[in-house]
């Protein structure tokens, strides 16, 4: 069974950046037709779309990270990114990876991201 597995959440002061990665666990699964997304869910609240980007390479944002947030995927690597700069204590929630389309719907078990004040 394909999961996805999602690296690079951590602490941050607010101000600052981190990169969050996507990738396939086992290697034959290619992502690279289906759409990703980027969700986060904060403790008490729903689970929100941050970003997302197609098989083509087209994006969008929720509001509240346009122009701090970039999504970004690398078909040689088999590997979507998350940039998020800028970070504010507000985007403290735990990030998870999705992948859809092609009949499947798949989902990180999702990585922390911390931003203190």
């Known amino acids: 069974q394909v999961q996805l597995v999602e690296s690079g959440g951590g602490l941050v002061q607010a101000g600052g950046s981190l990169r969050l990665s996507c990738a396939p666990s086992g290697s034959i699964f290619s992502i690279n037709a289906m759409g990703m997304g980027w969700y986060r869910q904060a403790p008490g609240k729903q689970r929100e779309l941050v970003a997302v980007i197609g098989s083509g390479g087209n994006t969008n944002y929720v509001d509240s990270v346009k122009g701090r947030f970039t999504i970004s995927r690398d078909n040689a690597k088999n590997t979507v990114y998350l940039q998020m700069n800028s970070l504010k204590p507000e985007d403290t929630a735990v990030y998870y990876c999705?992948?859809?389309?092609?009949?499947?719907?798949?989902w990180g078990q999702g990585t922390q991201v911390t931003v203190s004040s």
């Open positions: 999705n992948a859809f389309g092609r009949g499947y719907n798949i």
